[in-house]
């Protein structure tokens, strides 16, 4: 069992080496080493895998620290005491606490689960899941200077978020179950151990280890996929249908959740598509995007039960795809 952990530390430690080695010289030593010449389309894969890769990694990891902390240094009692009793005002609660979350939308999940496991409701646990991502001054900023010309784009997608956390938070009080979670199979092998064994600061370092390595190893896969899409996307075929609301909202939906793009970022990219889409397609691609997108569900299956996360897909694909049809007829009509 020692072994284990003191070996998944040093890993951990490695991988942190390797993404400072990346970071700073792999424009300089990866070209030399690997020979992409004959391969264009490898090369284009690799480059956008890495940046997903760079990206991505430190709020993975900073939500594996949030995790950890939350596991061993905040009891259960008061998370209770923090939470209010009435579920709607418990749902308002959490769109409080998204604003003050510095997490992004794969860091959120590993937090979201250990949070349920400590006594926070389900719904409220699902709000943080859905706004997290977006309401925060980063995104609101990227927003802004995107789409500096039409504001509607930032109003909606404000509210939109939030009209989506209080329907699907609702749903999820009504219909789902507490039990959720997957059973923490690191922990009930290792709990007791810890308590004997370490302090509690050891036991972070390596409950963060742990945390961090289940969480990255679907993100990765994730982001493999979507750096191949990514590279291969036909973007005439999307113009096509593009002026088409209802065709055009689901693409955009679609194409935000396989590019899995981290919401700080994905304003430009929306942006790029901006004349061949209408806004309401456009805000399919900036609300839905962050909520869920192929490497965050690969996560989602580790952390929780399949049956919740089946669920949860389907009804944020329906929510937010019917409030981006109906925002985009009130764009179109000079609302927001």
Known sequence: MLLKRYTGNLLLVVLLFLMLAFFFLGDVFIPEAIDFSAFPMLHSVFVVFLGLFLESIPFLFLGAIASSFIQLFISEEIIQRMIPK????????????????????????????????KGVPVHAGVVLLVTAPILNVIVFGSTYYAFQNNPAILYGRIILCVLTAIIVGLFIHIFSTRDVVKE???????????????????????????????????????????????????????????????KG????????????????????????????????????????????DLKNVLIMMSCFKRSFVVTYVLLVFAVVFSLCLIAGGLISKGGF
């Open 86 to 117: 009435r579920p709607l005002t418990a749902i308002f609660a959490a769109i409080g606490a998204a604003l003050v979350i510095p997490v992004c939308e794969c860091a959120i999940i590993p937090v979201v689960r250990r949070l349920i496991q």
């Open 184 to 246: 923490d199979k690191i922990e009930l092998v290792h709990g007791h151990e810890h308590d004997i064994r370490s302090s509690k600061w050891t036991s972070f370092i390596e409950h963060t280890s742990q945390e961090f390595f289940m969480v990255g190893r679907y993100f990765i896969i994730g982001a493999l996929f979507a750096s191949v899409f990514q590279v291969f996307m036909d973007r005439s075929v999307m113009a096509d249908i593009g002026q088409a609301p209802m």
């Open 249 to 292: 909202t689901a693409l955009m939906m679609g194409i935000a959740f396989v590019l899995s793009l981290c919401s700080s970022a994905d304003a430009f990219v929306a942006a790029s598509f901006s004349h061949s889409f209408l806004p309401g397609s456009i805000l399919g691609f900036l609300v839905f995007g962050p909520m869920l």
